[in-house]
């Protein structure tokens, strides 16, 4: 499994843009999609976003499309998920998962999780 770190959460105004980091243990190779999820209080882990090697991403349509982009850099062996516009329902813990195979909005299918970073948006 690969060792994940996530960081960038904080507090912020309803409208404000946020972005999160996460950095592998290792360099990825051509087999891992990269997703990003969210769990907010009292609720079950979601599904935000997630991107594949090769940069073909996917969003959860109804919460955050529009307002969020998922990247990532290979090279470096680092994701991002750009949150604009954000909204007090988008407060949660963010986690970085990875999964060997194709993109999967799953939570079940990612082997390998960060620690969660904290994003709080207040109104």
């Known amino acids: 499994q690969v060792q994940l770190v996530e960081s960038g959460g904080g507090l912020v105004q309803a409208g404000n843009s946020l972005m999160l980091s996460c950095k592998a243990d290792?360099?990825?190779?051509?087999?891992?999609?990269m997703g990003w999820f969210r769990q907010g209080p009292g609720k079950d882990r979601e599904f935000v976003a997630s991107v594949s090697w090769s940069g073909d991403t996917t969003y959860d349509g109804d919460s955050v499309k529009g307002r969020f982009t998922v990247s990532r850099d290979n090279a470096k062996s680092m994701v991002y998920l750009q949150m604009n516009s954000l909204k007090p329902e988008d407060t949660a813990l963010y986690f970085c998962?990875?999964?060997?195979?194709?993109?999967?909005?799953?939570?079940?299918?990612?082997?390998?999780w960060g620690q969660g970073t904290q994003v709080t948006v207040s109104s």
């Open positions: 998962a990875a999964r060997r195979g194709v993109v999967s909005t799953s939570p079940s299918e990612y082997a390998s």
């Open positions: 290792r360099r990825f190779d051509s087999t891992y999609t």
